[in-house]
């Protein structure tokens, strides 16, 4: 059998870095950069597009790029406030559609709801991604 060498063999030991020199790697600040304007426009823009789901893209975006964005944090807000009262009715009337003799009635209304959110986050979507606010025309705002 052949003998393995040691392959630090030969080499000086490793030395540690010295933590009180001045060129200390630092982590990255906790402030979060500003979005540039067109990053502005497609997250205010993804938000209202995410109204095809319900609200939580709207609210992820709000939560997460409200501070970094002036554009996407207003129109973020406006598609949550939006959205989030649509998504319930549209929870309860999936809910209601498992009654057996008047569930197609909910089943119907939660469509109805869907369609209604869809059409107007995809409107809403193309004024913004065009830089233009957009205001829905039925809207509780509930998020100041």
């Not at 205001?135 to 705002?141: A, G, I, K, T």
Request: aromatic share 10%.
């Amino acid at each position: 059998m052949a003998q393995s060498e040691d392959p630090s063999a030969g080499r000086p030991p490793r030395q540690r870095p010295d933590r009180s020199s001045s060129e200390h790697l630092q982590g990255s600040s906790s402030e979060a950069l500003p979005l540039t304007p067109a990053e502005d426009r497609r997250w205010a823009t993804l938000a209202h597009f995410g109204g095809l789901m319900g609200c939580v893209p709207s609210l992820i975006i709000f939560l997460i790029f409200r501070d970094r964005g002036p554009f996407t944090a207003q129109e973020s807000k406006e598609a949550l406030n939006f959205t989030l009262p649509l998504t319930v009715l549209l929870l309860a009337s999936y809910i209601l559609a498992l009654i057996p003799a008047i569930g197609w009635i909910f089943g119907l209304t939660a469509v109805l709801i869907w369609i209604i959110l869809a059409v107007s986050g995809l409107i809403a979507g193309i004024e913004c991604n065009k830089g233009r606010p957009y205001r829905y025309r039925f809207n509780l705002r509930l998020i100041h």
